[in-house]
């Protein structure tokens, strides 16, 4: 979890007083919406409601790491200029709320993609030999000794006393938190978007027609992406895939029923994982015979390539869209555009 610094919050509200000399400029009637989008997926969000009816600006640079972002001076002069901020929330957005406040901008609406759809905690799953699944919390109703991830060690751990670590190990730890990565399942998309498009047509009732025809055949496109999700699972000869990388997909894996392994949680910080966390994916991807180890986009791929240099397993990427490289976006690649490859690389994996 990033801290937000008390330095770079002196920096945001002394310029927030700079800001405070200089007008901002007033939008007419007549002017287009100033949209600001943190990251890429609801940058795509809106440009495929909107088009060319606003004008619209994403924070983050194409080729970034959205992880590590700071707003700069002149990320905040764009913000200061915005009619709607549209941000992700959670921990990895922990610098909005002082910049608005400093800010001081009442007439800005601000929009957190976390607070559009239902959220899920991201557990680190409870692994049980003998059924074969993730349990989370205290209770199931096997009696037996299972294996858990947990993510404050970054190990898969056997039964209750297992390890001498200075914490103390149950089935949960307190850092339990949601998981922001709403937007990697096709249903949750159609929910951000129908949200967005009510509060477009709310700050633009002059064009609300337009964003609502535009959101409503974008809406047809991504419930037949859910549809394509859908068809692989239903007929796939298995339903386990296997990350060596970080897990930005839970909302993904839960909508179709999904078993995931992966080398870290969520968008952990870690970089490293442990012996006993590669030896346990390595194991269940030769004892399931699992065809693909998958890793993210803009990964390093060290942990992927171990595991599928000992299995023999195929490297698939699977974008989670935090953000796009330089030639992706000068080239307008879309969100459907990457999921459905994610359709195809799903395809591989589960057959």
Do not use: K
């Not at 349990?135 to 404050?152: K, S």
């Amino acid at each position: 979890m990033r801290i937000f610094s008390a330095a770079f919050a002196t920096l945001v509200v002394a310029l927030s007083l700079i800001f405070t000399g200089c007008e901002r400029p007033i939008r007419t009637e007549e002017g287009p919406l100033q949209v600001v989008a943190t990251i890429f997926p609801q940058f795509d969000f809106i440009r495929q409601i909107a088009g060319d009816r606003i004008e619209l600006t994403m924070l983050l640079s194409p080729g970034a790491e959205s992880h590590g972002f700071d707003p700069s001076p002149r990320d905040i002069i764009t913000i200061n200029n915005a009619d709607l901020l549209i941000y992700v929330g959670g921990h990895g957005d922990e610098w909005v709320a002082p910049i608005l406040a400093s800010l001081g901008r009442e007439d800005m609406r601000a929009v957190a993609l976390l607070d559009l759809v239902e959220v899920g905690h991201d557990h680190h799953g409870d692994f049980c030999y003998e059924c074969e699944e993730y349990h989370n919390g205290h209770h199931h109703a096997h009696t037996h000794h299972h294996h858990y991830f947990c993510d404050e060690c970054e190990e898969y751990h056997n039964g209750h006393h297992h390890h001498a670590h200075g914490h103390a190990h149950h089935h949960h730890h307190d850092h339990d938190h949601y998981d922001e990565h709403v937007w990697t399942c096709p249903r949750n998309a159609v929910l951000i978007v129908r949200a967005l498009t009510e509060i477009l047509s709310e700050l633009d009732p002059d064009n609300a027609y337009f964003f609502r025809a535009n959101a409503e055949a974008y809406i047809a496109e991504l419930e037949e992406l859910d549809r394509a999700f859908a068809d692989v699972v239903a007929n796939a000869a298995r339903t386990t895939v296997v990350f060596g990388d970080r897990f930005p997909f839970l909302y993904l894996m839960r909508s179709y029923g999904l078993t995931h392994f992966a080398a870290f949680s969520g968008c952990c910080v870690q970089t490293q994982a442990s012996p006993a966390t590669i030896a346990f994916l390595i194991e269940t991807v030769q004892r399931e015979n699992i065809p693909v180890v998958f890793h993210i986009e803009f990964s390093n791929r060290l942990i992927a390539n171990v595991i599928a240099e000992a299995t023999g397993a195929r490297l698939l990427e699977l974008h989670s869209l935090h953000n796009v490289s330089h030639a992706d976006f000068t080239a307008g690649v879309t969100y459907l555009d990457l999921m459905r490859r994610n359709v195809e690389m799903l395809r591989e994996a589960l057959n």
